[in-house]
Nanobody, 115 residues
Framework: VQLVESGGGLVQPGGSLRLSCAASGFTFSSGGLSWYRQAPGKERELVASISSAGVGTEYADSVEGRFTISRDNAKNTVYLQMNSLKPEDTAVYYC?????????WGQGTQVTVSS
């Protein structure tokens, strides 16, 4: 079982990044997927979620209208498109898979928004 995030980096305020999370070792299309983030000294928080079929999505108020979660079940990959980035979006971003009693986490990718 493996979830591997990529696409993080340093970006200026107002910029964009696209995170990817590639999955292997389990039935990707069965479960829901989420992106979480954790900033230094803060608790991990839910950023966005998407249902197994990709129809239903939910977002934290702080990212609504700026971030978009999507998934490609044929590629076993979930994405997080992040636009209009702000310094407060700086955090380690983690992808999460959940289905019944199974919960898997990726190792995280650092996103830093700074001028």
């Amino acid at each position: 079982v493996q979830l591997v995030e990529s696409g993080g980096g340093l970006v200026q305020p107002g910029g964009s990044l696209r995170l990817s999370c590639a999955a292997s070792g389990f039935t990707f299309s069965s479960g829901g997927l989420s992106w979480y983030r954790q900033a230094p000294g803060k608790e991990r928080e839910l950023v966005a979620s998407i249902s197994s079929a990709g129809v239903g999505t939910e977002y934290a108020d702080s990212v609504e209208g700026r971030f978009t979660i999507s998934r490609d079940n044929a590629k076993n990959t979930v994405y997080l498109q992040m636009n209009s980035l702000k310094p407060e979006d700086t955090a380690v971003y983690y992808c999460n898979y959940h289905y019944l009693w199974s919960v898997y986490w990726g190792q995280g990718t650092q996103v830093t928004v700074s001028s």
